[in-house]
């Protein structure tokens, strides 16, 4: 699989992680009709295609919700795919809704923004390349940005602090610096995040730790961030991906 991944646009940085590009090669595997997800603190919107020609037929597109859970889905056969991925605090102020209720979604877009995300699907479908769609992406959230809700800065700076120390953070400590009750900051904090501060810094911690490109480099990543045994690193690996970690790479060769 190539993989390619395409900072966002200045104007959404705060809004948007990145944007990101796989495609399969369709001489050598048949048409991937599992879509498969694991651990992830971002929400994402997919766009499937059946391959990366100009004008690609469009198969579905969904919104994958920030999750704790891996899951598979059985899908239209795809070779192509188009995903935007997007920080859980951005739900709230974008979509008027706790970032609470797309925990472990996987759902049409359509679905998810009625209308609106008619119009969008049809206009990614239209766009004859990659950097098209992706422009057709960008100024959806450009709008977005326009009408945007209520933003609680005081926790979204929390959640900043946690990603920034790739969750090696003292929940207790965090909530203290911020002068909420433990109560108050989890509460809110799950609002913007989607989950409690505790999960939210083990699901970052593990995707600090999943950047690495294959199973070997990815153990000793482990150790620098805080497992002290290779069985509990395997242990979480497999609760985020379902997979042990050569496995989990062998899916992406």
């Not at 706790?98 to 206009?123: C, D, H, R, V, Y």
């Not at 009408?147 to 965090?174: C, F, H, P, W």
């Not at 199973?215 to 379902?242: M, N, V, W």
Request: aromatic share 16%.
């Amino acid at each position: 699989m190539r993989y390619k991944i395409i900072p966002p646009d200045e104007g959404l940085k705060d809004i948007i992680s990145h944007f990101w590009v796989g495609t399969w090669n369709s001489e050598h595997q048949s048409p991937n009709s599992r879509y498969y997800v694991i651990a992830n603190s971002l929400t994402e919107f997919t766009f499937a295609f059946e391959n990366d020609t100009p004008r690609s037929k469009l198969l579905f597109s969904v919104v994958q919700g920030h999750t704790n859970q891996p899951n598979q889905f059985q899908v239209d056969g795809f070779y192509h795919l188009i995903g935007v991925s997007i920080y859980s605090y951005s739900i709230p102020t974008l979509f008027n809704i706790p970032a609470l209720e797309l925990n472990n979604q996987f759902i049409s877009l359509n679905t998810f923004l009625g209308s609106e995300g008619e119009i969008l699907t049809e206009k990614v479908a239209l766009a004859a390349t990659t950097q098209e769609r992706i422009n057709v992406i960008t100024f959806f959230f450009k709008s977005l940005i326009e009408k945007q809700r209520y933003k609680d800065r005081l926790i979204v700076n929390a959640i900043q602090e946690i990603k920034k120390r790739n969750g090696k953070t003292k929940i207790s400590n965090l909530a203290s610096d911020f002068c909420l009750s433990q109560k108050q900051f989890e509460r809110r904090f799950k609002e913007f995040s989607g989950f409690n501060p505790k999960m939210y810094s083990r699901i970052i911690r593990f995707e600090s730790i999943i950047k690495k490109p294959n199973s070997q480099s990815i153990l000793e990543e482990a150790y620098t961030h805080g497992f002290y045994d290779q069985a509990h690193f395997i242990h979480e690996f497999k609760c985020f991906t379902g997979f042990n970690p050569s496995d989990f790479y062998k899916l992406s060769s």
